[in-house]
Each structure stands twice: as structure tokens, then as C-alpha cells.
């Protein structure tokens, strides 16, 4: 009696993994939320609005005051000229803005490209909209596309591209020319672009984050997502921002009415606050965050494991048969938390079809001990791996 894409779903590797260490006592180090609480001037206004401000009903697009703080938000990081009356909407979370966009922009047999490895709520909330996903394959150790996949991916029924920059799980911010080109094919297929720019934030050294919504002839048919959880560090808020062109927005915010309605007032508050007073916070918490995958890249490597570079996000990955393991991911995972208590995301859990099943995702949003922990106990983890393999290869 229930819907078939959402019943036959598995359990999440991220629920699976994150329960395991719960049982087990085993450092966490794959789920991606911070040891830090979050900025405290950001927080303690959240606690005066509940306790002296509006808990009722706030409009159902957001709280003006966190629309502008938006739109001025955005343009000054990211030069775009919004206007928060009528492209900006509030969300419950990242993740409800791509549901509402979905649902709001997808009709049924419509095509939309989506690149592998991808956040797991894409596929199901494409497919309960009506589309047929068409995959393009990332691989290891670069993660671009190229024109040729995207020939193979666009055909006359394309409707929508996803894409998410900077990439979860492989921490890579994509340059200025695989944006042009993805907005090319975009702007001659006649498609929209679904960005999800939660981590655009979180960016480290030399890196830019460019919004596809900033390229020729994408203003008016790009959905940009961003997320105050990610911006400062409250995972548990759920407070995502809708930006787009009139025409898109009047469909995106008729979703979103009958979704979640809206979103706490008080929590908003909070973020308008933030977005308009954090400019030390972002600043320095990118730097806080690039120190700690320092640290636990210097560390892997130190114990020789084969540690792919990190651009962004909270999430850095090693390649298991350059670190000397012969184990699949997932297998290597189980293994890591079960016999060497720690936590880790094998990446071909972000795949659909034709995984790629060498690379483990690790989360560094984290202190310093559990940090140092976690590399202790991976060593651990690949030389029981080491070990099993030799025990079972041919005499």
C-alpha cells in the first residue's frame, strides 16, 4: 500500500554508520556535523527571540528582515544582485528547498541530469516528482566533468540539471570552466540548474566559489540553495534559503507552501541577525576548518594512507588501494567500526549504478583528540584489512 520509491528505500549509510558508533563506542568521524556548538552571539539571539520575540505564524516566503539579510549577503560575497521581495524564499532546511524545487519544476517523464556521487535525496525526491534521472559518473582523483559526458547525459527531454558545488562527498569547488560549460549545455537545452551551494561558505586556501546563477544566460533559469546550517555551523536549525527569478520563485514558494509552510520565526531572527553581524565568523571559520583537515590529513598521511585533496566542505577522502587496502569501501567501513571503533562513509554509497567502491569519506568538523583518535584507529582499521587479506589470498 505504500509509495514504492520511498518504501523500498534502504536505510541510509550515513543513519547505519552514525548508529554503529553509537552502539559500539566508536569515534564518529563520518557523518558531517561540527564538535563546535556554533557562534554564540548568533545562538544566544535565537534564545531572545524565543523568549522575547514572535512565536507565531511568520509569512510563509520568510521573514522579510532574513530575505534582506539574504539578498545582502549574497551580494557582497558573491556580487549577485537579488532583489528579496521577489527571489527569495525561507525553507526548512537545504534539503526541503530541493524537495519544493522538484516538485514545483518537474513534470512527469521530464529528464534531469544528476552527477554521481550525489547527496542520497536527490533520486527519490526526483523520481516522486515524476523525472527520470540521467547520471553522469565522477571519478577519482579530479571529479570533473567533461563535454563529452554532458553530450551523453543532455538529449531534447532534459528539463533540469542538479548540481552541488562545492561536491559532497569529494570536497572539490569546480574551476570556472567546467561552470561555463555545464551552463552552456544549460542555456542550449533550455534547462533549468538546481545548485546546491550549501557548502559555499566553507572554502578553503585558494579556492572560489563562483555561483552558477552568476554565468551568462543562467539568471533567469537557475534555482541557487544555500543553508544557515552549513554557514554557521548548526546542522540541527534546518534554515535554507530559495534564490531565483520571479518566474521561478512563483512556483518554488507555492511548494514550499505545502511543505513545511514555514519556518521558526526565532530561528530566522537568529540568521537575519547573523547573516548581517558574522563577518569575523566567516572569516575565521573557514580557517578554524582547513586547520583541522591539515591535521587530519598530516596524520593519515603520516600513517601512509593515500589522503585525496580537500577544497571545501567538511569532508576530506583517502583512496583505499593507494593506502595499501584491497577491501571494497563499504566492507573496509564495517570493519573499521566494528574491529577498530571508528566511523567512516564509503563514497560508493553515493552512487546509484556503477559505483565507484575505492574511496572512504572522512569528516574533520572535528576536535583535535577526536581527530587524532580517529587516525590511530584507521591505522588500526587497514592493518586488520591487510592482515584478513592475506589470511584469505591463495597459498
Known amino acids: 500500500m505504500a509509495n ?20 559500539l563506542g566508536a569515534v564518529n568521524l563520518g557523518q558531517g556535523f561540527p564538535d563546535e556548538p556554533g557562534p554564540q552571539a548568533v545562538r544566544a539571539k535565537a534564545a531572545e527571540a524565543v523568549l522575547d520575540g514572535y512565536n507565531q505564524y511568520p509569512p510563509m516566503a520568510g521573514l522579510p528582515e532574513l530575505r534582506q539579510a539574504v539578498a545582502g549577503h549574497y551580494g557582497r560575497s558573491q556580487g549577485l544582485d537579488l532583489d528579496w521581495a521577489s527571489e527569495v524564499t525561507v525553507t526548512s532546511g537545504a534539503t526541503e528547498a530541493l524537495a519544493a524545487s522538484f516538485l514545483a519544476l518537474i513534470e512527469p517523464g521530464d529528464e534531469v541530469v544528476v552527477f554521481q556521487p550525489f547527496y542520497d535525496a536527490y533520486l527519490p ?4 516528482a515524476g523525472g527520470v ?4 559518473r565522477l571519478e577519482p582523483p579530479r571529479w570533473r566533468f567533461t563535454r563529452p559526458m554532458l553530450e551523453a547525459a ?14 559532497n562527498p569529494t570536497g572539490v569547488v569546480l574551476p570556472d570552466e567546467d ?14 540548474a538546481v545548485c ?33 546550517g552549513k554557514m554557521f555551523g548548526l546542522t ?23 511543505l513545511t509552510f514555514t519556518t521558526p520565526p526565532n530561528l530566522q531572527s537568529a540568521v537575519a541577525w547573523g547573516l548581517e553581524n558574522s563577518g569575523d565568523w566567516f572569516r575565521d571559520m573557514p580557517l578554524g576548518l582547513e586547520r583541522s583537515r591539515d591535521r587530519l590529513a598530516d596524520g593519515l598521511a603520516r600513517e601512509g594512507f593515500a589522503v585525496l585533496p580537500s577544497q571545501g566542505t567538511y569532508f576530506l577522502s583517502i583512496d583505499l588501494p593507494a593506502s595499501g587496502v584491497e577491501e571494497g569501501d563499504r566492507d573496509f567501513c564495517l570493519r573499521a567500526v566494528k574491529e577498530a571503533g571508528v566511523a567512516a562513509i564509503p563514497v560508493s554509497a553515493f552512487y546509484e549504478a556503477d559505483p565507484v567502491a575505492t574511496i572512504v569519506r572522512l569528516c574533520f568538523s572535528k576536535g583535535d583528540a577526536t581527530l587524532d583518535e580517529g587516525v590511530a584507529r584507521l591505522a588500526r582499521a587497514r592493518d586488520l584489512s591487510i ?5 584469505t589470498a591463495p597459498a
Request: proline share 6%.
Open 236 to 258: 540541527g536549525w534546518k534554515v535554507g534559503f530559495l534564490c531565483a527569478a520571479p518566474a521561478l520563485t512563483h512556483s518554488l514558494a507555492r511548494a514550499h507552501q505545502f
Open 133 to 136: 534521472p540521467k547520471l553522469v
Open 387 to 391: 592482515r584478513a587479506t592475506r589470511a
Open 179 to 192: 561552470l561555463a560549460l555545464l551552463a552552456g549545455f544549460c542555456v542550449a537545452h533550455d534547462a533549468i
Open 125 to 128: 525526491l526526483i523520481r516522486r
Open 196 to 228: 546546491d551551494e550549501v557548502w559555499e561558505q566553507v572554502i578553503f586556501g585558494g579556492a572560489r566559489h563562483r555561483p552558477l546563477i552568476a554565468y551568462p544566460g543562467m539568471r533567469e533559469r537557475t534555482v541557487k540553495i544555500g543553508s544557515a
Open 4 to 23: 514504492a520509491i520511498f518504501s523500498n528505500l534502504p536505510t541510509t549509510i550515513f543513519e547505519e554508520m552514525s548508529g554503529l558508533a553509537r552502539a
Open 154 to 167: 543532455f538529449s531534447p527531454r532534459t528539463r533540469m540539471v542538479v548540481l552541488n558545488n562545492p561536491i
